[in-house]
Every structure is written in structure tokens, then in C-alpha cells.
């Protein structure tokens, strides 16, 4: 009787959820393999989180199979990855343009397996994924991604949706854009290099502060109407440096050797779409080829270094509003 | 380190002398049984030595059944009546659009929210104007705290809450959290206070409201039913995004900074202003009323307004310089003091 109770005691135990500490909930690679890491998550991956709350990685994960890393089906999950490394088992080769991604592996490394509007507010920071088929890391609405490095899978690196927040992190070598953000987003302090094809591509109304687009395989920067973009460097794009849609402010950035030589296309190195409205100021341009400033007829620049050894190819059209120098000398009115 | 119970040896008795077997077998039973069970309660709190400690916890079950400290009585609101640290250890789940999650009452409260979310019973729909959320006149809030002072909230979410996600009173500081899907304020804080990396969403009133002297950087008020931000004078916005809120983008009432923000498809004014705010290297667009608004003592510089449904500048003799002013279906400029460098709708000369 009492070895029973005693057997029964130790059976309850080994099926508790393993804590982290503070409440969160452990994952880690013998959980995830053998026995499931909590409720709603059977033995194997994916990991499934079906509740809302936090949880934090022990150990490194690694997926040797098609399967991803970590589904969440909750709104409301809070991954703090502790340092470790979510892999899978896919490999890429070359960078930007010749980058190619080959493997078993067709899944996000941490990915949403619900729709609209589960998977909202998810904050995932502190750590690395890589290796995977499809997006590394991807969540709907108001995600925070924090600290993460992200490379070497199949899709964008990062892929989120509206009122987002990206901060101190890396997307490289992913094999579509390095990051994807929807409306109303902020991008502070991240990098994004040679990745196949954009580096960074957002949508409406946000702000982009202190990235890093180097070496990619399309354009480097890419925002949409009434962003703000400052204090980024794009730097040996395939495409352009920094693209900007009508009503930006694309201010006091470096845009140089980006695009593809003169003869072969027609890259700048900051390109503003049809429809006016955007202000260019005080940004570095510099390139060996291609065009410096490719505007429309209302949008305004002023106060910029526009190097290009090309005549006639510092600045397409804009309304120069002073203090614009075109290879030392001025530039088109 | 799981608690490990002292292990006495049962009496000895005249049956157990006759068979000293049993009784071996009876004292190695009963260790093991003591051992489970300390183990058993151990992995109920251990975990590896954390930034907890020293902190009080707070968790449903504690809510729930007990009380979680000193001053706190069983049930909702959680109430917190002593400065220091506390932390969540579960998610917060009330069912009850009347009560608080969390009281605050005194000041020098730090309350970790630990990835965990405070989720009330109200639920919303819509974004903008449209917002609509249930139990429209109960009285609950997520976290409040109104005449509590140098608050901190950090690293979780509340909403649901129908008078509220959250209100502090002065020099409060609110760190990476959401609030959402309030029927009222999402974030509401009294002067002096700061805010970083917030995400106020779907509330009934306006996204974040605060009083005089505040700083908020980087953060986001997407979607609500008032104004996006509504600040205090002398308030410092660096790096807000305002957008498809159904008042004004981003309002502040005088004196302050507007620094490197966005206010886009708001259904009022995209940046109000009052006299002697500065805004610059800010856009403006597509917004359903002006594009930014000012008084005269304020100044623009190297602002962007575009696609307004009236003016892109409507200043009342506040000073622009450096401005890019385009296809505002009111107007491009209306009583500004030009200072220079502004191009509007493509020429160099502005109204």
C-alpha cells in the first residue's frame, strides 16, 4: 500500500510541467521529444503552445525533421528563448542574390498554426533561430521581437503584422526578405544582410531608426507611405538602397554602392515611388553606378552629399530646396 | 533545491522486535514516502535561483483563495498596500466587469508582469470609431493605481477591462506592455511619468492619456476610439506611431516635443499642438481633418503632411521651416509663418 502511494506520488510528479521558475514554462529538447512540455503538447515537435502566457527555453532545440520548432495558437504568449538556439535541419549557401537554401524542412521555426485573430501579442526575444523552410519567425498583430538573431530559413526571416515592434535584432541570409512588418511598426537598432531578396520591407505609417541593410538581393530599405526612416545605412544592394512611398521622411541616412551597374539597370541608391509628398534630407549618397536621388516632381530634398561620377545621374526630377551638393558641386534645380 | 524533510525512525514495538524484517521494510517505506512527498511540494516552487526573489508573488491561486500578502484579502483586487517588488507568476483571469484586477495604493510599487497578461471579461470589436466593447458602464480596471506614485509596470499585457487597462498616478514608468480592448483609457498616468515600447490598441477612449512632463519613446496607439496620445504641456512624444485612431493622432496640450512620430489614417487631426510645442521631423498623412495643428508660439520643422482631408498645415501663425506639404484636399498651409526651405505641392512658395 505504502509503495503504491509512494509510486503514485512520483508518477504525479514526473507529469508536472516543468517550471522555469516565476511561474513560466519550461521547453527544452526532452520535453519537446519525449513527453510533451505542458498541456496541449504532445511528445515530438512542434511544440504547441495552446494558452497564454509565458514561457522560456532551457536548453537548444533542434528539429531534425520537416516540422517546425514552436506552434502557438494563443494570443498572449511571451518566449523568452534564454540564449539558445532554435535549429532546424535546412542549410544555405552564398548570400543576397545567390542565396540558396536547400533541406528537409518546409516549416516557420516559431509560427502561429491558427487564424485571425489568435496569435496576437506575441513577444519572442533573446536568442537565435535558423535553418528552417519556411518564415523563421513569424506571429499576426502587435508582436514584439527583441534580441533575436534570424538566418538561413527559406522565407522572410521575421513576419508580422500590424503595430509591431522589432528591436536590437538581425535577420541575415534568409532566402525571401530578411524582415516583413505591417502598418503602424517600429524597427529600432536591427540589420538585415544578405538576404535574397529585401532586406526590410514595411508597410504604412511607421518608424524605422538605426538599421542595417547590407548585401541583399533586392532593395535594401523599403517603407511605406508616411514612415519616417533615419539614421539607417543601406550598402551594397542588388536593387535600390532605400525606397520610400509618397509622404515619408527619409532623413539623415547613407545610401551607397547599391544597385545594379548603369548599363545593366537602373537602380539609386534612394528611390521615392510615384505620388510626391516625401522629404529627403541630409542623407550620405555615394555610388560607383547608378542613380543617387530618383524622385517625382513633388517631392523636396535639401542638405544632401550626392556622390555619383555620372553626369546628370546625382538627382531624376524633386525640388531642390538648397544645400545640396552633387559631387562638390550644386545639384539640379 | 527541494525541501527535504527530516527522517525520524518509527518506535520500536514488541511486534517489531519479533520481526525485525517488516519493520526494515516499514522504515524504508516510509523514507521514500516522506522523500515524494517533500519532492512532490518542492517541484511546486523550486525552479533556479531567479530575479524573483525578494519580490512577492502575485497568481490566480493566491488571488483566488488566499490573499497573496500581508494586507491583501482573499478575491479580487489583488491589493497591493506596501512599496516593493512584485511579480506575476500565472496569467490573471477575472470574470467579474466590475472588479479590479489590481489595487495600488502605495507608492514605489515595481510590478513585473513577467510575459504573464491581466485579462478582464470585456471584449471589443472594431478599431477607430468603430471600437465597441461589452459591459460599457461596469467599473473595473486591470491596474489601478490613480494617486499612486513612481509606479513601474514592465514586460506583460492587460485588457479587457471596461474602465480601463491602466491608471498611475505621478512619475509612473510603464515598460514593454499592451493594453487593449478597454472600455475606456488604455494607459492613463499622472506627470512626470514615462513611457517606453507601450502598445495601447482597441480601447473605447484614447490609447494613452497622461498629464504634464511626460516621456513617451517608441511606442504605438493603433486603432482606438479617441485619440491616440493625449499629453500633458511640456510633454516629449520621440518616435510614436499614432495611426487609424478615431480622434487625433497625437495631441499635446502646450509647450513639449514632437520628435520623429507618425500620425497616419487618424480620423480627426493628425498632430494637434498648443502654443510653444515643437514638432519636428514628424509626418502627418492621410488623416480625416488637418494634417498638424498648431497655435501660434509653436514651431514645425522638417514635418511632412500629405493626403489630409484639410489642411496639411493649419498653424494660426506658428512658424514651418523645412516642410514638404502635398495633396491635402484642404489646403496646403492655413495662417503659417513661412521660415524658409518648405515646398508645397511641388513649388517653393507656400501660402
Redesign the interface.
Known sequence: M??R??AS??L??AS?PA??????LEINQACAVQTGCFAGDLPGFPVRITS????ALSSDLVVESGVAAILYSAS?V?L?LNGFTVSGPNTCTGSGETLSCIGPNSSPGIGCFSSLPDCE?F?VQGGRVRGFGSQGISAS??A?IHDVVVENNGLAGVSVG??S?M?SSTSRRNAEAGVFLD????I?RSSMDGNRLAGLLVF????V?NARADGNGSSGLLIG????I?GSNAHGNRGDGITAE????V?QNVASANGLPASVGFSAQIRLDPG????V?GNTVTADSAVGLSLS????Y?DNAITIPFPGSSVFFG?N??GNACGGAPCPP | MPAVACITSPPASSQQARRPHVAERAIRAHRLLVLAVALLAGSAIVGPASASEGAREINQTCASMNGCFTGDATGFPVTISAGGRYILTSNLVLTDANVDAIVVTANDVDIDLNGFEIAGPVACTGEGAAVSCTSSSATGRGIAGPTAETSKITDGSVRGFAAGGIRLGARASIRRVTSESNGAIGIEVGAGSSLAEAISYQNVGAGVSTGASTLLERCIAFGNAGAGVTAGQDATLSAVVARENGGDGVSIVSGGLVAESTASSNGQVGIRVGAGTHVRDSTATGNGADGIVATAGAGLVGCVARGNTGFGLALAGASYRRCTVTANAGGSVDAGLDLGANACNGATSCP
Not at chain 1, 504604412?204 to 518608424?207: A, F, N, S, T, V
Request: a negative charge; one cysteine or more; proline letters at 3%.
Open positions: 505504502l509503495i502511494t509512494v506520488l512520483l504525479l510528479l508536472c517550471m522555469a521558475g516565476d511561474g513560466i497564454p502566457g509565458s514561457y498572449g511571451w523568452e501579442r513577444t498583430a502587435r514584439r500590424d503595430g515592434i528591436t502598418d503602424g511598426y517600429i529600432d504604412e505609417g511607421g518608424i531608426l507611405d508616411g514612415s519616417i533615419r509618397p509622404g515619408c521622411l532623413r510626391g509628398g516625401t522629404s534630407d516632381a513633388d517631392d523636396a535639401r525640388l530646396l538648397g
